[in-house]
Structure formats: structure tokens, C-alpha cells
């Protein structure tokens, strides 16, 4: 009998479950102690606390959440390594991963300084960020990384139609949102190209026709970093949206711990999963785990209950398609620097989420190379387990079956196959 993933939350229409950060900020707002969602992390010595960016909370009912969660105070891995103390809303110094660490982490300095040029990484994202490029710029320059304008044609932000003018509505939450997708992909892949595409708004036809705007416009790599609960639509969905041979479509998994979200759930994309990422004096230099804050908090993973298994899936719990494929850092607490300046303080913050997770892996695959006109670029990693770090410790929740939760030697559902060991997992 097949094994299905707790349910969600029953709602009016396509209601889409809130992160479990902002349903905790919600809690202790209704119990007078305050509004940010507290967690202590096993990786640091000192109290690390975060909140749900604004975008995990939906606007409207039948909208995604993003799936990004902000450093609010303590002192995340990166800043205790360097004797960095940062200040929770304006800080002058990065407190996070960089391109270098990252890089280092995941195996791509060599790639990173020699790939990627010629290629173009979309982000799709809703609403719109009027500082993204501004906000991109200061990232890249402190960083070293070359400059990517639209002057320069390294840079372009379109809404779902592809108008340059007329754009979404501004929104600051999803700006955060647009920052880290920018930040990350700038991070792994420096001489890429950047698409931003703005929904109109978090509908899953929006941000679905951004898809497709995104492939229209020549993108190969397109990284989406929301979802929702899994509905009977999602079928229609995948045909409409998510179906381009040749392109590799990255989705986050989710930040609610274990249950399967949509679009990640789509036998279409590569579903991303999240780790906690720490330095180690192993020969890799780093270790990770799954990604857990909580019970109810960390990285999703599951069993579909509407998609069809993809036919390179191969686990046997779950007869429809199984959520993680591959995996990258998303615990806050061992979280990435991001610049952001619209709606809040100008200055350097530490997210996570596997928000942060999907980007990464777009980029990743942008650096591996162009995939074939027919191919399915979620398949790859599936001809090439040897060439990732597999991720064995660790669970984001309790399931009636283990691998669906917890991690193990070989594919689980937290982490998927693992992460990346250089770029040989990601080419076809």
C-alpha cells in the first residue's frame, strides 16, 4: 500500500501551508511573548534566532509561500568561524557563506572560475524588487565577482510577459526573496547570466506562465524557490508549466519539515532539499546533515500523492514520485549572506531555507553545461550518485517510512541522492 505524507491543513480553495517560523510567530504573538520564530542551533555555541520573510506567508488565499527564513539575531556558523558579531537588521559585515565557501563546500572553485559564461540562470519569482539589480551589484562587489548589468547584458528583469515596463507590484518580502535567488546564483555561477522574471502575483498560474517566459526567453536553468500543498490540479500543472526537455527547473522542497510540497513534488524538476553545512577537519573540509529545526521545521521531503514516479526513480517505498532528488545548505544557522535593501534596513543578512538550496543547484547545473534539446535534467544526478557528497545523518520529522524522513547511505527523501561533489552529477 502506498505511504502518503500527513496532510496539510484543510483550507478554502488551494490554500498553501504557512513555513512552520511564521505559524510559531503567530503563536507567540497570540501568547504575548513577541513576533520572530526562535530556534537554537546544534551547530553553533550561541542561541541563533530567525524569522519567516514575509513571503512565506501568503498574501492571498490560492498564493505560494517562498521558502526563505531570515537570520534575526545570535551568531550563525560563518560569523563564530570568523569572530564576526553581527547585528540583526544593519550589518556593515557578512555573517554568512560566501562564494568562496560555498564553492569550497560543494567541490566548484575550478568551475566557478571557468564555467557558466554564455549561460543564463532564471530566477521566478512574484511581485517585484525595484533595488534587485542595485542590491546584486553590492553583493558582486564585495565579493570580487564581475559585474552583472543591464548595461552590460549580464543582467535582465522582465515581468511574466516579458515587458521590461511594466512590471508587478512591488513587494518587500518577496524582494528578500529575490536578493537571496540573485545572491546564490551569482555565488556558484559568477559568469552567468541572470533572467529575473516577476510574477504578477504567487498563483501557480503566474508564477507557472513566468516559467515558461523564462524558457521563451532562452533560459536552460530556472530556479523557483516556492510551493504549496499538493492538489489534484498538479497533473495539469506539470503539462503546462513545468514540462521543457532540455532545461533544468530547480524547486525547493520546502521549510515545513516532512510532507510533500508542489511544485516540487512535479516529476518534471529537480526537487531540492536542505542541509545544515559546517566546516569539518575531514578531507573534504565540510559535513553536513539534514537540515531539522524542529519536528515541524526544516527541509521537506515525501511521497507524491498525485504525481506520477519519474522513470529514473527508482526507490521502492513510494510508487509515485518520492521528494528529494539532490540537496545544498538551508539550515539558518549555518546560513548564506545575502544583501538586501528594499523595505528594510540596507545591509548584509544571513538566510536560509531551501530557498537558499534551489538557486545553488540551478547554478550548478549551469556550470555542468548546456543539457541536450530532449534530455530531462532531473534524471542526471540518478547516472552519477558517485559524484555527489552523500548526506547520512539526520531527519526532518517521524514517517511511517524511514528513508522518507531520515537520512541513510544512498537516496533518502530529506537529501535525496546528496550534494554537489563538483559539477560531473549535473551533465547528462
Not at 504575548?32 to 512565506?56: D, F, I, Q
Not at 549580464?154 to 510577459?161: L, R, W
Request: glycine share 10%; charged share 15%; with cysteine.
Amino acid at each position: 500500500m502506498r505511504t502518503t505524507p500527513t496532510a496539510r491543513p484543510a483550507a478554502r480553495g488551494r490554500r498553501h501551508r504557512l513555513t512552520t517560523a511564521a505559524a510559531a510567530a503567530t503563536a507567540l504573538l497570540l501568547a504575548g511573548l513577541g513576533t520572530a520564530a526562535h530556534a537554537e542551533a546544534a551547530t553553533t555555541s550561541s542561541k541563533v534566532t530567525w524569522t519567516a520573510t514575509p513571503c512565506s506567508t501568503p498574501k492571498k488565499t490560492g498564493e505560494l509561500a517562498c521558502h526563505s527564513l531570515r537570520v534575526t539575531a545570535g551568531t550563525p556558523a560563518f560569523a563564530k568561524a570568523h569572530g564576526i558579531t553581527p547585528k540583526a537588521a544593519d550589518a556593515a559585515t557578512p555573517s554568512g557563506y560566501g562564494p568562496s565557501d560555498l564553492q569550497s563546500a560543494y567541490g566548484l572553485t575550478s568551475a566557478a572560475a571557468s564555467a557558466g559564461a554564455g549561460e543564463t540562470i532564471a530566477i521566478v519569482d512574484a511581485y517585484n524588487d525595484p533595488n534587485a539589480e542595485a542590491d546584486l551589484a553590492t553583493y558582486r562587489s564585495h565579493y570580487g565577482l564581475p559585474a552583472c548589468t543591464t548595461a552590460n547584458g549580464c543582467f535582465k528583469k522582465v515581468s511574466q510577459t516579458g515587458s521590461t515596463t511594466s512590471l508587478p507590484t512591488a513587494d518587500s518580502g518577496w524582494a528578500e526573496e529575490i536578493s537571496l535567488d540573485l545572491d546564490m546564483v551569482s555565488a556558484i555561477a559568477p559568469n552567468a547570466n541572470i533572467l529575473l522574471v516577476e510574477a504578477k502575483s504567487a498563483t501557480m498560474a503566474n508564477l507557472g506562465t513566468a516559467v515558461n517566459e523564462a524558457v521563451k526567453l532562452g533560459a536552460k536553468y530556472v530556479s523557483n524557490s516556492y510551493g504549496g500543498s499538493e492538489s489534484s490540479s498538479d497533473t495539469s500543472y506539470d503539462s503546462s508549466y513545468f514540462n521543457h526537455p532540455g532545461v533544468a527547473i530547480t524547486v525547493s522542497a520546502g521549510d515545513a519539515g516532512y510532507g510533500a510540497e508542489y511544485p516540487a513534488a512535479s516529476k518534471y524538476v529537480t526537487a531540492v532539499g536542505g542541509t545544515a553545512l559546517s566546516t569539518a577537519s575531514n578531507s573534504r573540509g565540510w559535513t553536513e546533515s539534514v537540515w531539522k529545526t524542529s519536528s515541524t521545521e526544516g527541509t521537506g521531503s515525501g511521497c507524491s500523492a498525485y504525481d506520477t514516479k519519474p522513470s529514473w526513480q527508482t526507490d521502492t517505498g513510494c510508487t509515485k514520485r518520492t521528494i528529494a532528488d539532490v540537496s545544498a545548505v538551508a539550515d539558518p544557522a549555518t546560513g548564506v549572506s545575502v544583501y538586501d535593501s528594499y523595505g528594510v534596513t540596507a545591509g548584509w543578512y544571513t538566510f536560509g531555507g531551501t530557498s537558499a538550496s534551489a538557486p545553488i543547484i540551478a547554478s550548478v547545473y549551469a556550470l555542468a553545461g548546456t543539457p541536450s534539446s530532449s534530455s530531462y535534467p532531473a534524471q542526471f544526478p540518478y547516472g552519477h550518485t558517485s559524484a555527489l557528497n552523500d548526506v547520512t545523518s539526520g531527519n526532518n520529522g517521524s514517517c511511517s517510512t524511514s528513508y522518507f524522513c531520515t537520512a541513510g547511505t544512498g537516496y533518502d527523501g530529506p537529501t535525496g541522492l546528496g550534494t554537489p561533489a563538483g559539477v560531473s552529477a549535473f551533465t547528462g
